[in-house]
């Protein structure tokens, strides 16, 4: 049981480390700032709520199953997918409101 587990704690932590890491990668490749807060949802929204359930897995795994700890995970997963949609979406009117350039290949322009 414990390589079952073992594997799945492993694959939630590396998983999510490499959505982090997609993510930064594609930020780097991003031609304005606009596709750069775009795809920071990747990491925000898929990659650190699989690193915390790994974190659970492995804090019950250790510690043994707790309800209130169950419900902190839910709540942390829920907060970290509501921040991602609220703060990409006032990142990007930041980022268009401040005058940034945006990449000609931006079509069709809907904020204009």
Same mark, same amino acid.
């Given at each position: 049981?414990?390589?079952?587990?073992?594997?799945? !704690?492993?694959? %939630?932590?590396?998983?999510?480390?490499? *959505?982090?890491? +997609?993510?930064? @990668?594609?930020?780097? #490749?991003?031609? &304005? /700032?606009?596709?750069?807060?775009?795809? %920071?949802?990747?990491?925000?929204?898929?990659?650190?709520? @699989?690193?915390?359930? /790994?974190?659970?897995?492995?804090?019950? @795994?250790?510690?043994?199953? &707790?309800?209130? &700890? %169950? !419900?902190?995970? *839910?709540?942390? !997963?829920?907060? *970290?997918? !509501?921040?991602?949609?609220?703060?990409?979406?006032?990142? /990007? #009117?930041?980022?268009? #409101?401040?005058?940034?350039?945006? &990449?000609?290949? +931006?079509?069709?322009?809907?904020?204009?």
């Amino acid at each position: 049981m414990s390589i079952v587990l073992t594997l799945v !704690i492993g694959v %939630l932590c590396i998983g999510g480390a490499l *959505f982090v890491l +997609t993510s930064a @990668w594609a930020m780097l #490749r991003a031609r &304005d /700032g606009l596709s750069r807060i775009n795809v %920071l949802s990747g990491a925000t929204g898929m990659g650190v709520p @699989w690193m915390v359930t /790994g974190v659970y897995v492995h804090h019950v @795994w250790v510690h043994g199953f &707790d309800v209130v &700890d %169950l !419900i902190k995970l *839910f709540v942390a !997963i829920a907060g *970290f997918i !509501i921040m991602s949609s609220v703060a990409s979406n006032a990142l /990007g #009117r930041a980022a268009y #409101r401040s005058g940034a350039q945006l &990449d000609p290949a +931006t079509d069709p322009n809907d904020l204009a």
